[in-house]
């Protein structure tokens, strides 16, 4: 019914820059938030940026002064630009829309993406 699809992972080298998007897609009528989380070999998933649908944000402090999220409301697309990546940026970096109003379903929910590998490494 809905559907988010990342791209524009790959390898990098420190220092280097990478932008993700993100494009939701399926009978939207509106999302309230979208945000990206990270998940690394044996590790947690964690939360690295959320931007709200006024266009607030936050970001994990690991990542802030390098990483901007931003959105497009209009073509329901979330972005994110990573510059200075470290290696312990490397992981799966996965998009998530949050509260999506869409047509004919009752309620809000919350969809994941399929994830895109991000690795940093010289």
């Known amino acids: 019914q809905v559907q988010l699809v990342e791209s524009g992972g790959g390898l990098v080298q420190p220092g280097g820059s990478l932008r993700l998007s993100c494009a939701a897609s399926?009978?939207?009528?509106?999302?309230?938030?979208m945000g990206w989380y990270r998940q690394a070999p044996g590790k947690q998933r964690e939360s690295v940026a959320i931007?709200?649908?006024?266009?607030?944000?936050n970001y994990a402090d690991s990542v802030k002064g390098r990483f901007t999220i931003s959105r497009d409301n209009a073509k329901n697309m979330v972005y994110l630009q990573m510059n200075g990546l470290k290696p312990e940026d490397t992981a799966v970096y996965y998009c998530?829309?949050?509260?999506?109003?869409?047509?004919?379903?009752?309620?809000?929910?919350?969809?994941w993406g399929q994830g895109t590998q991000v690795t940093v490494s010289s």
């Open positions: 998530k829309a949050y509260g999506v109003k869409v047509l004919g379903a009752l309620g809000r929910y919350d969809y």
């Open positions: 399926g009978s939207i009528l509106s999302i309230n938030g």
């Open positions: 931007i709200s649908s006024v266009g607030s944000t």
